[in-house]
């Protein structure tokens, strides 16, 4: 299988000259800054299989919250302070981003993730270096800090505040993630960042389907990420029983969506079929042997934006499809590359 890079005529006097010469060398290669080669970044790949390593229903039951857990104070809380007898020093505070609050007359003091017993006995503990016996009371106005934040394919992103440890679907419920119910979506499982060191994927589609396993109870600062995206998509026009747009699923390849555009016509000329990349204004001819074949070495993994074509008759009308799609690509300029490809293919 043979690349041919494709460049636009800047005149039509040295349209054929320039694109021979650009079809018969290559584009000198210059490393982008994650070091791979021009090349390498543009040029088509097969699949890569991503294995991603999902959990069992019983390892997700050791990671889960509690169903009544010991609740830590954090910052964004909102605490009453009660000393019997002193109003001065008595009020409504707000835990500051440093873990502390502010008592009149007394100073700072450090609440942050201590439980409510915790946080009482520190409050005493600060108060006895002013007063004698005091006698503090504390309670939890506001539960500001029990967040869940959520990333990725909902509606509505950023943190959601709960008023007790929220189970993943009341959180994706919450995020306006329901959509994953559609057919044609590709939510198929998410992420749960827990602190700086743990990642949990979690299986969607048994969720969805019932299996209340999946249903793992958040913990507080917990962060849920969404990876599946339904505005990617990709193209498939000419010779087949459902042209249209189809949604970007992980890994697609060219025998994934010309599955579900229903395959050739029985009028397609399916001994070639194209693929534009308009990211890099590429285009690869295929072999539809190949790509059936027991190798499959050209079962391109596809990406946003590639338009898959299945001509008619011969490669003509693959040239006028992308004579439509992208104007920088002349008549003379696919006419040539072309005509280059199938001759040295003879």
């Known amino acids: 299988m043979k690349t041919h890079c494709l460049r636009p005529a800047t ?58 857990p010991v609740y830590q104070l954090g910052s964004g809380d909102l605490v009453r302070v009660d000393v019997f007898g002193r109003q001065d020093v008595s009020g409504k505070f707000i835990i500051g981003p440093d873990g502390m609050i502010t008592l009149p007359m007394v100073g700072n003091v450090f609440l942050n993730q201590l439980t409510r017993e915790q946080a009482h006995a520190a409050l005493d503990r600060r108060l006895r270096e002013f007063y004698s016996q005091p006698h503090v009371t504390l309670g939890v106005e506001d539960y500001a800090s029990n967040v869940v934040t959520v990333l990725g394919r909902v509606q509505t ?44 994927w979690v299986d969607l589609k048994a969720l969805l389907n019932g299996d209340l396993g999946y249903n793992i109870r958040m913990k507080k600062g917990d962060i849920v990420f969404i990876p599946d995206s339904s505005e990617t998509a990709v193209y498939v026009l000419g010779a087949v029983p459902r042209p249209g747009s189809y949604r970007l699923t992980p ?46 070495k050209v079962n391109y993994a596809l990406e946003d934006g590639d338009v898959l074509f299945v001509p008619n008759s011969g490669l003509a009308d693959f040239g006028y499809l992308l004579r439509q799609i992208s104007p920088a690509i002349g008549v003379l300029t696919f006419g040539m590359t072309v005509d280059t490809y199938m001759n040295q293919n003879k």
Do not use: W
């Not at 982008?32 to 069992?56: C, H, I, N, T, W």
């Not at 950023?158 to 994706?172: D, I, M, N, S, Y």
């Not at 969506?257 to 590429?282: F, M, N, W």
């Open 11 to 68: 005149a039509l006097a040295t349209a054929g000259a320039l694109l021979l010469a650009a079809c018969a060398n290559t584009v000198p290669d210059k490393s982008l800054p994650d070091g791979r080669s021009q090349a390498e970044a543009l040029s088509f790949k097969p699949r890569e299989k991503v294995s991603v390593e999902m959990p069992s229903k019983e390892d997700l039951a050791l990671l889960e919250e509690t169903v009544n």
């Open 157 to 200: 992103a950023g943190q959601q505040r709960f008023p007790h440890p929220p189970t993943l679907a009341e959180v994706l419920a919450n995020a306006g993630a329901m959509p994953i119910l559609d057919k044609q979506a590709t939510l198929t499982r998410c992420a749960i960042i827990r602190g700086r060191d743990k990642l949990i």
């Open 251 to 296: 890994s697609m390849t060219v025998l994934d969506v010309l599955a579900q555009a229903g395959g050739p016509t029985s009028d397609a000329a399916p001994e070639k079929i194209g693929i534009y990349r308009a990211t890099s204004r590429q285009t690869q001819i295929l072999d539809f042997s190949e790509l059936i074949g027991p190798n499959r």
